[in-house]
């Protein structure tokens, strides 16, 4: 009997870049990053609503190949939004297309898209033949300044987020900011809740920032969007790159502040909660615990709640009161299928002060049930003052 360890280094280069109007003729970014890996076969799949938004791209994105001599493997537009991540519909037909265009471990897929579109697709390139190189092109606020700049695919399994996935390093990113304008507003605004949350858990220099340029950023000014995108973009990816656990092998999360409630209150909401808005509400709700239970100064925990209101972010959906037989918040069974989703000890990021965190391992939750009734009353308020009904919450 013997036993033989090993260490395996593996590095990874991680490309994400930032442009606009990456298709154009005259614009070298694309070209060159393919031509730095050596392949020359390229396969793209489109989200519907990103084609729909740009009639013209179909044509443009093939005549940019085409001008630079690659090896061609066609244009499919496909589905997206929440409801693809369901179930494996939408893997498998991108499964199909790469089989059938013969796309090897050496070719590109570029993919072009929202946060779960670029999830879904993802996922069926990095499983077929073990993982072909992938582009991602995220075209809305939430994928551009966070998931599109990640290292995770997945899609939904036994009614849970993100059950099924896999880590897999993208061969490059590029932030076209141009595609941002193929989103509603709603959809464009909402997507700025991970650069707050990323200011506050890394950088609270960039909280002041955002806190200075709310009024802009609710106005969807072009120039402090597109700012703000991208220092959250590059906050998350510096994270990734240099954090010391790119693939969470360990049980310390810190990007994911507040998701322990927002993704349960997808689930309870059926996922017709937006990701964007129940991260609102769960940063909302972790934002004040931290103040609750001594961590973070009250005063800090308003001023995120002051940026929350001038945003317009949700903090508060009714299906957050969802009980049991035993008048126990469903929301708190979020809690342990967060623990289970990472591994090992529950470790939940709370904020010490704005731009710096503190793992806990337990949270009290009688004085969780306490700031949920604080952000129900905080709702109604809010709402009453804009003349509007409050008697059935939605997600706003």
Not at 38 to 56: D, K, N, T
Not at 93 to 114: F, K, L, N
Not at 132 to 138: G, Q
Request: with cysteine; glycine share 10%.
């Amino acid at each position: 009997m013997s036993r033989h360890d090993f260490q395996i280094p593996v590095s990874f280069k991680h490309r994400v870049c930032f442009t606009r109007e990456a298709f154009a003729t005259g614009n070298a970014l694309l070209a060159d990053l393919l031509s730095e890996g050596g392949g020359r076969r390229v396969l793209v799949l489109v989200e519907e609503a990103v084609a729909e938004a740009w009639p013209e791209l179909s044509k443009q994105v093939e005549g940019y190949f085409a001008d630079l001599g690659f090896d061609w493997r066609g244009l499919t537009v496909l589905p997206g939004g929440e409801e693809v991540k369901v179930d494996d519909a939408l893997v498998n037909r991108v499964w199909e297309i790469i089989d059938r265009q013969h796309i090897d471990r050496h070719s590109y897929v570029i993919t072009i898209g929202g946060g779960a579109f670029l999830d879904a697709t993802g996922y069926a390139v990095a499983t077929a033949h073990r993982g072909v190189r992938l582009v991602r092109f995220p075209t809305t606020t939430l994928s551009q300044d966070d998931s599109g700049v990640g290292v995770k695919c997945a899609i939904n399994g036994f009614g849970k987020k993100n059950w099924i996935g896999a880590f897999a390093v993208p061969y490059a990113v590029v932030n076209d900011f141009e595609f941002l304008q193929s989103q509603d507003e709603t959809t464009c605004r909402d997507g700025l809740i991970e650069a707050v949350k990323v200011s506050l858990v890394k950088d609270g220099e960039f909280f002041s920032w955002i806190q200075s340029k709310v009024e802009d950023l609710a106005e969807l000014e072009r120039e402090a969007l597109e700012e703000c995108v991208q220092r959250s973009a590059l906050a998350h990816a510096t994270h990734i790159a240099q954090g010391g656990d790119p693939f969470e092998t360990g049980s310390s999360r810190p990007l994911d502040f507040g998701h322990w409630a927002a993704h349960k209150l997808e689930q309870l909401s059926g996922f017709s909660v937006s990701h964007a808005q129940a991260v609102s509400i769960g940063l909302a709700l972790d934002t004040l615990y931290s103040a609750r239970c001594g961590l973070l100064r009250e005063c800090d925990a308003e001023r995120v709640m002051d940026v929350l209101d001038g945003l317009g972010m949700p903090i508060w959906h009714d299906d957050m009161d969802q009980r049991d037989a035993s008048g126990r918040r469903l929301i708190h069974e979020g809690l342990e299928e967060f623990r289970e989703h990472l591994g090992g000890e529950l470790t939940v990021l709370l904020l010490r002060e704005l731009g710096r965190g503190q793992d806990v391992h337990h949270l009290d939750e009688g004085l969780v049930d306490a700031c949920l009734d604080d952000l129900k009353r905080r709702h109604r308020i809010r709402h009453a003052e804009d003349g509007e009904e409050v008697e059935s919450a939605d997600a706003s």
